[in-house]
């Protein structure tokens, strides 16, 4: 049996969390008995989980000493980093501010891919993301376009993503060209009032500053001095990608973001996302960062959904 003590009564009740759930979460992922005393935590278990779930503990305290806010999400994927045992400390990870929100809330990376993620972001031209839906891949493209455009490193941020008809024919949507493809934008307007006032938010948009637009927009147009996110690239064509691609101008980054295995092309369509992964692997400035369910930070269902599908998948 291992002892923790902690000389911060407030800060470990935080770690501690409501009713111990957090404490309850590490003692179901390593598979240890966690008793409180007081500010003093009182570990059993094997030689090998106890120091598992020790080395976490004694981390996440020292990010609620750096004053680190976690939500759940945050301690889930605490837990699944320090399970790696190749892993950088949490404090590299988690404290690595890409932006701060409206509300002034720090977005950070939560996982070593996340990381690798943003450090990518931050010295290539050309970065295709791929892995699974709650990842972070578009949202924290966004947060480094917004630091780029605060910091002045570019003009223009442009968000797109292929208007694909997922099962519903835009024909029989109501309303003009822009209305019928207004919900496949619907993710990215979310995720940019998420960070950012909304009334400056419409300005800049309207202004163009910002702009978020399928990605049949693109064509013909060279883009300089911009932070250019396409998401949800596993539903553009062989055309497309290269489309997209081939707009980047002076000064300008741009971001690929996709889940192969949520096309959602009509038969005999190539992705072209999966295209590219196969021709663009040697290109120096393009960089490829792949994303698994570890790096899912939504709710754990999120990630037990995925691995279901994966095992499905696997048996066919």
């Given amino acids: 049996m291992k002892t923790i003590s902690f000389q911060n009564l407030e ?3 935080e770690l501690f969390g409501h009713h111990n759930k957090n404490l309850d979460k590490i003692c179901s992922a390593f598979d240890v008995q966690i008793s409180t005393r007081g500010s003093d ?14 080395k976490l503990i004694h981390q996440l305290y020292h990010l609620l000493e750096g004053k680190f806010i976690f939500e759940e999400a945050d301690i889930d994927a605490a837990i699944s980093t320090v399970k790696n045992n190749n892993s950088p400390p949490l404090k590299d990870i988690f404290l690595t501010t890409v932006f701060k929100t409206v509300k002034n809330k720090p977005i950070t990376p939560r996982t070593p891919a996340q990381q690798r993620y943003v450090k990518s972001i931050q010295n290539n031209d050309i970065i295709i993301s791929i892995g ?12 480094l376009a917004m630091a780029a ?18 099962g519903e024919a835009l024909g029989f949507l109501p309303g003009d060209l822009a ?15 998420d960070m950012m006032d909304y009334e400056k938010a419409r300005t800049l948009i309207e202004q163009d500053i910002i702009e978020i ?22 539903n553009t064509t062989s055309e497309q990608m290269k489309m997209f ?30 295209e590219a992964q196969k021709i663009l692997t040697d290109i120096k400035g393009i960089e490829f960062i792949t994303f698994s369910k570890k ?12 691995n279901a599908y994966e095992k499905k998948q696997n048996r066919k």
């Avoid at 209305?179 to 009032?193: G, H, T, V």
């Fill in 11 to 13: 800060l470990s009740r």
């Fill in 41 to 54: 935590l009182l570990l059993d278990g094997s030689d090998k989980n106890t120091s598992v779930a020790e």
């Fill in 132 to 143: 699974p839906a709650g990842t972070g891949k578009t949202y924290l493209a966004m947060a």
């Fill in 149 to 166: 455009f605060s910091k002045g490193d570019v003009k223009r941020i442009i968000l797109a993503r292929p208007a694909v008809e997922a």
């Fill in 179 to 193: 209305q019928k493809i207004n919900p496949y934008l619907r993710p990215l307007y979310d995720a940019l009032y």
């Fill in 213 to 234: 637009a399928p990605l049949a927009f693109m064509r013909g147009r060279t883009l300089n001095n911009a932070f250019i996110i396409l998401d949800e690239a596993q």
């Fill in 245 to 274: 691609l081939t707009r980047l101008g002076y000064g300008s980054k741009a971001i690929v973001t996709g889940d192969v295995t949520q096309i959602d092309l009509p038969s005999g369509k190539k992705s072209g996302l999966v």
């Fill in 295 to 306: 790096d899912v930070v939504r709710h754990r269902l999120v990630a037990d959904i995925i």
